[in-house]
């Protein structure tokens, strides 16, 4: 496996709470990726990172923040948690543009209560 | 919005058969690439096909892109019950600081010892 972890692996939370994800990566790549995965709807980009300090948004980022104050470290927070939000997260990570093949963690089970 | 759209949505076949799965899609891409997912697991990368390519093989995975028709088919041979997983097209984009991949919404595969 990429060296690549999320943490928590699992997290039961209340609505209106503020969640934080992490993704550490020991690979030094560059692009870093955070997916939610939901029945019906395969795996969907929520933001991404293609360098520190350099984030993007993608096709789901309402709610969610992110940051990466060093390359090892992408950090996906919810400001204040929904039901809706309940999801697996996935962290991912690619290297070079010259091939995008992307690394994924092994996933956080996140619920929302 | 999802770009890669999988055919069919579930498959079961017995062990030794082979395995078809099809994958549509929209705009222009510079590769499509194959994901596997095990149950409860993160992603694993397959097979890249870039655009100027008709057709790749590794081990028992063929995979064919037709540009003209935006399609691409992965042919598992001789499947396994460990074959049994989830599989995701993802075509892919890159365009200056972009490096990303779009999903389909995944093909569950069920080989049958």
């Known amino acids: 496996d990429a060296g690549i972890t999320q943490s928590p692996r699992h997290k039961v939370t209340e609505t209106g709470t503020p969640v934080t994800l992490r993704c550490h990566q020991t690979e030094n790549h560059r692009y870093m990726y955070w997916y939610r995965q939901d029945p019906g709807h395969g795996l969907r980009l929520i933001h991404y990172s293609y360098g520190v300090k350099d984030t993007d948004k993608g096709e789901v980022s309402d709610g969610y923040s992110v940051s990466r104050s060093k390359t090892e470290d992408f950090l996906l927070t919810l400001e204040s948690a929904t039901s809706s939000q309940t999801s697996v997260y996935f962290c991912?990570?690619?290297?070079?543009?010259?091939?995008?093949?992307?690394?994924f963690g092994p996933g956080t089970r996140l619920t929302v209560l | 919005s999802q770009q890669g759209e999988e055919d069919p949505q579930a498959l079961s076949i017995q062990e030794g058969e082979n395995a078809t799965m099809n994958c549509s899609y929209k705009?222009?891409?510079?590769?499509l690439q194959w994901y596997r997912q095990n149950s409860g697991r993160g992603l694993v990368h397959l097979i890249l096909i870039r655009s100027n390519e008709r057709e790749k093989h590794s081990g028992r995975l063929r995979v064919t892109l037709d540009t003209s028709k935006k399609s691409s088919s992965l042919l598992i041979t001789a499947s396994r019950a460990a074959d049994t997983a989830s599989y995701f097209c993802a075509t892919g984009l890159l365009t200056g600081a972009n490096s990303k991949l779009t999903f389909g919404k995944g093909i569950t595969l069920s080989v049958r010892p």
């Open positions: 705009t222009s891409i510079n590769n």
């Open positions: 991912a990570i690619t290297g070079t543009s010259g091939s995008n093949e992307q690394f």
